[in-house]
């Protein structure tokens, strides 16, 4: 048998065809936002509902959502489909609305598959900056904007009818709030290392629906079990 040099056309061409090989591989993980984190986040001004959300999700209970959270709670969820046949699971980190403990947000969006924002639909005017806050912190993490990781506005306390806003309502609201937000940023510059442009160019007024990452909307209410919304947002992560 003929031995092979590595100045052999035969040898030089599988080397070429190894390292096309490995660049297309590089190029199409760059592309595609590399790969998807693996917890979802319960994030949302105070009082919002996230606590009682996580233990709605992964125990069925309404828990002790009274207490304002000091730390985080992590879990895994069982996700069930329409017909409530189990699915899959999905690990969920609900994080303390706080301004003072919310630093440690930019350290979970690295890892996050998705993200829920719960507002409380009742009080949301007194916290639409907080949310719309919120908000831009994760649509404009550099992770979050390279993977377009899904976002889920979950507005809670829909069992309060008389007094909640419209999911409507809320996502016009929050939207607006977002825009200005990008407007005051954009002009006052040093954003430096937040994707702003996944907000869009700033030429035209801001549409969440429009936005890079895919953000849905939906009514819950996490105290009297009804969040048939955020099992169909978890069930397309599983
Ligand atoms: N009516 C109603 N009340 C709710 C609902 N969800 C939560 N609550 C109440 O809202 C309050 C705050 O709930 P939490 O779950 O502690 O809120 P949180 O977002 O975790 O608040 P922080 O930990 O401070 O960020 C509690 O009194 C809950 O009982 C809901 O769907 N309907
Ligand atoms: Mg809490």
Known sequence: ???????????QIALLVVVATLLLIAVLTLFSGGKRGSAVLLV????????????????????????????????MVQVRNDKDRVVGSVRVMDLPGHPRL?????????????????????????NKTEAAEDLFEVLTHPTVARRRT???????????????????FCRRTIEKQLD????????????????????????????????????????????????????RFLAKMV
């Open 150 to 168: 899904p976002v889920l506005l979950a507005c809670n306390k829909a069992d309060l009818e008389t007094q909640a806003h419209s999911v409507d």
């Open 1 to 11: 048998m003929a031995e092979l040099s590595l100045n052999s056309p035969e040898v």
């Open 44 to 75: 949302g001004p105070c009082n919002g509902g996230k606590t009682t959300l996580f233990y709605r999700l992964k125990e069925g209970s309404a828990g002790l959502g009274t207490v304002a959270s000091m730390q985080e709670n992590e879990g």
């Open 102 to 126: 919310r630093s440690k947000l930019e350290q979970y969006l690295k890892d996050a598959s998705a993200v829920v924002l719960v507002i409380d639909s009742v009080e949301l005017t007194p």
């Open 180 to 231: 200005t937000m990008r407007k005051t940023r954009l002009a006052l510059g040093g954003e430096a290392g937040r994707a702003l442009s996944a907000l869009g160019k700033g030429d035209k007024p801001l549409q969440l629906a429009a936005l890079r990452s895919p953000i849905s909307v939906g009514e819950i209410s996490a105290e009297k079990g009804e969040v048939a919304e955020v099992m």
